[in-house]
């Protein structure tokens, strides 16, 4: 099991960097349709992500503080957003924290995370569905953007 939430986790993050490419910073921050754009998409996982493992395992939030205010469930993306550089490289912090937390952790301890899961384990797995689901969604916002469909 422990192979396979790795494995889920190095796909999603391959999955977003592919889909960030050929993304400028000014199509980043664009929000076609009102939607929250996709500097934002990026930056709510890499908070997730980031929190899942100061929660779990203890140790420091691997994105700046301020994550928080901008990121976190319910915040639209509206107002001045960090660069797209800037979340990519706190995506990869977080996504690194994610994958020393799936080699290490006792996947079968139990985790606060309400009706989604119930063990960190289930928490690992449970990223990885909270990322396709923002991937889904950036996928979306280049299409918006009149970017080329990626395979």
Not at 43 to 70: I, S
Request: proline share 5%.
């Amino acid at each position: 099991m422990r192979q396979e939430i790795r494995k889920q986790l190095e796909f999603t993050a391959q999955w977003l960097e592919q889909a960030l490419q050929d993304v400028s910073e000014a199509e980043a921050a664009a929000r076609p349709e009102g939607l929250a754009p996709i500097v934002w998409q990026v930056g709510h996982m890499a908070y997730y992500d980031a929190w899942l493992v100061q929660d779990v395992a203890g140790g420091e939030l691997l994105v700046p503080a301020g994550y928080r205010e901008l990121f976190q469930q319910g915040t639209t993306g509206e107002g001045p957003l960090p660069s797209l550089a800037e979340v990519r490289e706190a995506f990869r912090r977080a996504h690194a924290g994610l994958v020393r937390l799936a080699e290490s952790a006792n996947l079968e301890q139990p985790a606060d995370g309400g009706a989604e899961y119930a063990t960190v384990g289930g928490a690992l797995s449970f990223m990885n569905l909270h990322r396709g689901y923002h991937i889904g969604k950036i996928f979306t916002l280049r299409a918006l953007l009149g970017k080329p469909r990626l395979t």
